[in-house]
């Protein structure tokens, strides 16, 4: 039973998982703040050229 305990003791690839784990989540919160960043800078460029284009009247005649 002992050798059963020690070799549990010195077994460390849960560890690894978690460690993993940790580092996906942090590279997926990365991505996750990025791409919010990105979005907000492409939506207010949109606004922007919105704004400059309010006087033109971009109907299409057909």
Known sequence: MSKILARFSKDESGATAIEYGLIAALIALAI???ATALGSAIGNLFDDIGTSLGGVDTTINQ
């Open 32 to 34: 996750v703040g990025g």
